[in-house]
């Protein structure tokens, strides 16, 4: 056999036994909580037994912390790639659609991986947290730029508390994630709506 090939087999195979372990993690993590959920219990979904999983994630919080990377990675490249779209002076409006649009296909998409940070709010070890925050705090400062943005084009009122927009808007993404159902609304339904109701209000 060709000698890369054999080199190349087992890392293939490595990455294909822990994608499978993520996306059982997360899984488990999004319906019955971090707390609820063992490293024996994904391994067995997983179909492996508990003590192979320690071969690719030391700890429980280790999977987690992947879990939680995977699922803003998935979020920021996502919303990337619907900015790479716009013109480069693109206004703030087209923005904010854009910034919508690739966060809620991301969270529809992958809903296992990002209702897990919003179902098991209060459960994560602190160390997790810290571990998977500076991955989230960049992501988030993009959204800090947009609504800096907002202000500088007089769409967004002086007066107006910025950061809790920002956290408005978010928490209405991400809560999407419960109640979506894929016969209903399209996502250009949701975020036509979304950000008719940011933009103009209710009036």
Same mark, same amino acid.
């Given at each position: 056999?060709?000698?890369?090939?054999?080199?190349?087999?087992?890392?293939?195979?490595?990455?294909?036994?822990?994608?499978?372990?993520?996306?059982?993690?997360? #899984?488990? &993590? +999004?319906?019955?909580?971090? /707390? *609820?959920?063992?490293?024996?219990?994904?391994?067995?979904?997983?179909?492996?037994?508990?003590? +192979?999983?320690?071969?690719?994630?030391? *700890?429980?919080?280790?999977?987690?912390?992947? =879990?939680?990377?995977? +699922?803003? #990675?998935?979020?920021?490249? $996502?919303?990337?790639?619907?900015?790479?779209?716009?013109?480069?002076?693109?206004?703030?409006?087209?923005?904010?659609?854009? &910034?919508?649009?690739? %966060?809620?296909?991301?969270?529809?998409?992958?809903?296992?991986?990002? $209702?897990?940070?919003?179902?098991?709010?209060?459960?994560?070890?602190? @160390? =997790? #947290?810290?571990?998977? %925050?500076?991955?989230?705090? %960049?992501?988030?400062? #993009?959204?800090?730029?947009? !609504?800096?943005?907002?202000?500088?084009?007089?769409?967004?009122?002086?007066?107006?508390?910025? /950061?809790?927009?920002?956290? !408005?808007?978010?928490?209405?993404?991400?809560?999407?994630?419960?109640?979506?159902?894929?016969?209903?609304?399209?996502?250009?339904?949701?975020?036509?709506?979304? @950000?008719?109701?940011?933009?103009?209000?209710?009036?």
């Amino acid at each position: 056999m060709n000698q890369k090939v054999t080199q190349i087999k087992p890392v293939l195979k490595k990455a294909k036994t822990r994608k499978l372990l993520l996306d059982k993690a997360a #899984q488990m &993590f +999004s319906r019955q909580g971090y /707390q *609820s959920t063992s490293l024996k219990e994904i391994a067995a979904a997983a179909d492996m037994k508990a003590g +192979s999983l320690y071969y690719h994630f030391a *700890s429980k919080e280790a999977l987690m912390v992947e =879990v939680l990377d995977q +699922s803003i #990675q998935f979020i920021s490249d $996502t919303v990337a790639e619907e900015i790479e779209k716009l013109p480069d002076d693109y206004s703030f409006e087209m923005g904010l659609r854009a &910034f919508m649009r690739g %966060h809620l296909t991301a969270i529809l998409e992958h809903p296992d991986y990002t $209702t897990t940070t919003i179902r098991n709010n209060g459960q994560i070890p602190k @160390a =997790v #947290q810290i571990s998977a %925050h500076k991955k989230r705090e %960049h992501y988030e400062q #993009q959204w800090r730029n947009l !609504m800096t943005q907002g202000k500088t084009e007089n769409v967004i009122r002086e007066e107006l508390d910025e /950061q809790l927009f920002r956290l !408005m808007v978010l928490g209405c993404l991400n809560w999407s994630s419960v109640w979506y159902k894929p016969n209903a609304a399209t996502i250009d339904d949701l975020v036509k709506q979304y @950000a008719d109701i940011f933009l103009n209000g209710c009036r």
